[in-house]
């Protein structure tokens, strides 16, 4: 897809516009395209959407499955609309906002969808129930163990599938069989809410192609460990006899940090390429069901990937071990019946970046990702100065992962700040708006902002600080921000960018 200069924007749904306490699929998706036309902007990115817990503080890169979308990003008033909720049950209010309150919007969303459900039962016409049924045999390779996953963990108060009894967290058939008839209303459950997000999904990217806007997903490189992927995929990851990891997945100490930890099961690459990499090809066809381009977050990991024992106290104590290298996306490339160099993949190439990493990106033609903020101005050849980004790059103001760029900006040393000055040629009244610019006006075939940066919004409005466990993924932007003024601005410089 990426032939042309073009730009676009970063927005993740939970934080659209709207009621309801978090952004949707529904009025407030369709506000954020309008805008994104309005702007001359072709692409629209986002985080995971798959669905989020408590118990890792909702965020999109821990999700309970790599397949399933997550319940909170419901429109429930297409569910009125379809009769199975009444206009008096979106009475209320849920937070603020402009900022999600997890908590409070779990349980209400969650009430309106057992309701859903329950009116669906009871009174759907036929070609409904057919068109549902239809839904869960097209996807049953995933669905129905998500939604049996999903009904256990309601069933044994959210803990974790490794502390449940023994029959099923082995996946003894006769107990999955007792399992899914015993529970046989929740599994349902949990499968019409798919389907409502399925069918809300392809309203959503075809009122974005009608809009001439592509969807920018992120697939993350690896699970979280208490997930229906690794429940029921034991074997595709390196597990003791208790389904533990015996080896967890993060990334060495740099000069200045100490490395870090995540806690993911690493995969056992061996045996997924004995099998022809099937659930890998299987997630990326899912995620390229739902989008147009998908950025591969931790792309070092499929080059080579940090594995640390799960008994270690520092990730210090872990290895390099190889990914599955140039195999895995030849197999890709055969599974999409695309050329090996026409991959529709970003790469997030941010760390430990060397060699071998990058000699697999560019075989495969995946443009990297290039970030302003971590640029050393006072050098002349640091590889994120938008100035020095190649073509084949992607280049952008900040990330989610990032501080926003008046907060980047506000914290900058006295030596970087005169440096950025002088090589953006401003006096950082309007930093926001000059980093954009440079990107937009850089070699890179995409140029990436996010609603924060245009806002010029500072620290206060950050969506996420890796290594923290709380006040992440909670902003949202509010519908009177998204102004025809800021609009037409961003479209002056996309045109005067040639994008």
């Given at each position: 897809?990426?032939?042309?200069?073009?730009?676009?924007?970063?927005?993740?749904?939970?934080?659209?516009?709207?009621?309801?306490?978090?952004?949707?699929?529904?009025?407030?998706?369709?506000?954020?395209?309008?805008?994104?036309?309005?702007?001359?902007?072709?692409?629209?990115?986002?985080?995971?959407?798959?669905?989020?817990?408590?118990?890792?503080?909702?965020?999109?890169?821990?999700?309970?499955?790599?397949?399933?979308?997550?319940?909170?990003?419901?429109?429930?008033?297409?569910?009125?609309?379809?009769?199975?909720?009444?206009?008096?049950?979106?009475?209320?209010?849920?937070?603020?906002?402009?900022?999600?309150?997890?908590?409070?919007?779990?349980?209400?969303?969650?009430?309106?969808?057992?309701?859903?459900h329950e009116r669906f039962v009871a009174e759907a016409e036929e070609s409904a129930r057919e068109e549902f049924a239809a839904f869960r045999e097209?996807?049953?390779?995933?669905?129905?163990?998500?939604?049996?996953?999903?009904?256990?963990?309601?069933?044994?108060?959210?803990?974790?599938?490794?502390?449940?009894?023994?029959?099923?967290?082995?996946?003894?058939?006769?107990?999955?069989?007792?399992?899914?008839?015993?529970?046989?209303?929740?599994?349902?459950?949990?499968?019409?809410?798919?389907?409502?997000f399925d069918e809300q999904w392809a309203s959503l990217r075809a009122a974005a192609a009608d809009r001439?806007?592509?969807?920018?997903?992120?697939?993350?490189?690896?699970?979280?460990?208490?997930?229906?992927?690794?429940?029921?995929?034991?074997?595709?990851?390196?597990?003791?006899?208790?389904?533990?990891?015996?080896?967890?997945?993060?990334?060495?100490?740099?000069?200045?940090?100490?490395?870090?930890?995540?806690?993911?099961?690493?995969?056992?690459?061996?045996?997924?390429?004995?099998?022809?990499?099937?659930?890998?090809?299987?997630?990326?066809?899912?995620?390229?069901?739902?989008?147009?381009?998908?950025?591969?977050?931790?792309?070092?990991?499929?080059?080579?990937?940090?594995?640390?024992?799960?008994?270690?106290?520092?990730?210090?104590?872990?290895?390099?071990?190889?990914?599955?290298?140039?195999?895995?996306?030849?197999?890709?490339?055969?599974?999409?019946?695309?050329?090996?160099?026409?991959?529709?993949?970003?790469?997030?190439?941010?760390?430990?970046?060397?060699?071998?990493?990058?000699?697999?990106?560019?075989?495969?033609?995946?443009?990297?990702?290039?970030?302003?903020?971590?640029?050393?101005?006072?050098?002349?050849?640091?590889?994120?100065?938008?100035?020095?980004?190649?073509?084949?790059?992607?280049?952008?103001?900040?990330?989610?992962?990032?501080?926003?760029?008046?907060?980047?900006?506000?914290?900058?040393?006295?030596?970087?700040?005169?440096?950025?000055?002088?090589?953006?040629?401003?006096?950082?009244?309007?930093?926001?708006?000059?980093?954009?610019?440079?990107?937009?006006?850089?070699?890179?075939?995409?140029?990436?902002?996010?609603?924060?940066?245009?806002?010029?919004?500072?620290?206060?409005?950050?969506?996420?600080?890796?290594?923290?466990?709380?006040?992440?993924?909670?902003?949202?932007?509010?519908?009177?921000?998204?102004?025809?003024?800021?609009?037409?601005?961003?479209?002056?410089?996309?045109?005067?960018?040639?994008?």
């Amino acid at each position: 897809m990426l032939q042309q200069r073009a730009s676009g924007v970063f927005l993740h749904l939970t934080s659209l516009p709207g009621p309801g306490g978090v952004g949707d699929l529904g009025a407030g998706a369709r506000t954020f395209l309008d805008f994104l036309d309005a702007a001359d902007q072709r692409y629209w990115q986002f985080c995971p959407v798959g669905p989020t817990s408590d118990a890792y503080g909702h965020s999109p890169y821990a999700a309970d499955s790599a397949f399933a979308g997550n319940p909170l990003l419901v429109d429930l008033r297409d569910i009125v609309d379809r009769g199975y909720l009444d206009e008096s049950d979106l009475d209320g209010t849920v937070g603020e906002p402009e900022e999600v309150n997890y908590g409070a919007v779990a349980a209400y969303k969650r009430d309106r969808l057992r309701r859903a459900h329950e009116r669906f039962v009871a009174e759907a016409e036929e070609s409904a129930r057919e068109e549902f049924a239809a839904f869960r045999e097209r996807e049953s390779s995933w669905l129905a163990d998500y939604a049996l996953f999903a009904a256990l963990k309601g069933a044994h108060d959210g803990a974790a599938w490794t502390d449940w009894p023994t029959d099923l967290a082995d996946r003894d058939p006769e107990a999955l069989e007792a399992a899914r008839e015993s529970h046989a209303e929740a599994v349902e459950y949990h499968a019409f809410v798919q389907w409502l997000f399925d069918e809300q999904w392809a309203s959503l990217r075809a009122a974005a192609a009608d809009r001439g806007v592509a969807l920018v997903g992120d697939l993350p490189l690896y699970v979280a460990a208490d997930s229906a992927d690794v429940w029921a995929h034991r074997s595709a990851f390196e597990l003791d006899e208790d389904g533990e990891p015996g080896v967890v997945a993060g990334v060495p100490p740099n000069p200045g940090d100490d490395g870090q930890r995540w806690g993911n099961p690493v995969y056992d690459w061996a045996a997924l390429r004995e099998r022809g990499y099937e659930w890998w090809l299987a997630r990326v066809d899912g995620g390229l069901s739902r989008v147009d381009l998908v950025r591969l977050d931790h792309f070092k990991g499929f080059d080579e990937f940090w594995a640390i024992p799960a008994d270690a106290e520092s990730p210090a104590a872990g290895e390099w071990r190889p990914g599955p290298g140039a195999d895995f996306f030849e197999a890709v490339a055969a599974e999409l019946g695309v050329p090996a160099e026409e991959l529709p993949f970003i790469a997030e190439d941010l760390g430990f970046i060397d060699e071998s990493v990058t000699v697999l990106r560019e075989r495969f033609g995946v443009p990297g990702m290039r970030v302003a903020q971590y640029a050393d101005w006072c050098s002349a050849d640091s590889r994120d100065k938008p100035v020095n980004y190649p073509h084949n790059a992607v280049g952008y103001t900040s990330t989610h992962d990032t501080d926003t760029a008046v907060g980047y900006y506000d914290d900058l040393g006295d030596e970087q700040r005169d440096c950025l000055h002088y090589a953006l040629a401003t006096d950082g009244e309007a930093v926001h708006w000059d980093l954009l610019e440079a990107v937009w006006d850089s070699e890179a075939v995409l140029a990436m902002t996010t609603v924060q940066d245009l806002l010029g919004l500072g620290s206060e409005a950050r969506f996420n600080t890796p290594g923290t466990a709380a006040g992440n993924w909670r902003w949202r932007v509010t519908e009177d921000a998204l102004t025809d003024e800021l609009a037409g601005k961003l479209a002056g410089i996309t045109a005067a960018a040639l994008r």
